[in-house]
């Protein structure tokens, strides 16, 4: 039949062709749309943490202009951290994203943060049951503090 087919001269075979590759075509897309929207939301947690680690950058400074003025360091000290934690975590609820875990470093120049936001909201690749699954979405970001000396 297949032979049959494609040795039609009326242009139902290349019709049939034509139906096929379609069709397998939006099968592949739908198998990487999940994956296309989990990249999409990775990088605007990128975007997010770039925003809030230069946000926080900009805090310290006002929680450590002393020490920053008398010695030119910034330590690690934990109400520093706490402050860094709270601008990070304000900016993060602007876009509606829980920080499940943030970790906050200092050192010397550099301030790290990494963390953790969780997100219900994507389906799982079984289409059969597609229950909403928690994805975990980690992220790191750095931001310079200028005016700091070199340890």
Not at 37 to 62: C, F, H, M, P
Not at 90 to 109: E, Q, R, W
């Amino acid at each position: 039949m297949i032979r049959k087919l494609f040795r039609d001269k009326s242009g139902v075979s290349m019709l049939v062709y034509g139906f096929m590759i379609t069709a397998i075509t939006l099968m592949l897309i739908l198998l990487q749309f999940n994956t296309m929207l989990l990249l999409n939301e990775r990088s605007k947690i990128d975007n997010i943490g770039d925003e809030a680690v230069t946000k926080a950058a900009w805090d310290i400074y006002e929680v450590a202009k002393e020490e920053l003025e008398t010695t030119g360091v910034i330590s690690n000290k934990p109400e520093y951290i706490s402050a860094i934690e709270d601008s990070v975590r304000n900016v993060f609820s602007t876009y509606s994203k829980n920080v499940t875990s943030l970790a906050v470093t200092i050192d010397g120049y550099h301030l790290t943060i990494e963390g953790i936001v969780s997100e219900n909201r994507y389906k799982s690749p079984d289409y059969n049951n597609p229950i909403s699954t928690p994805v975990e979405i980690p992220f790191k970001n750095t931001a310079i503090i200028k005016g700091v000396t070199k340890k």
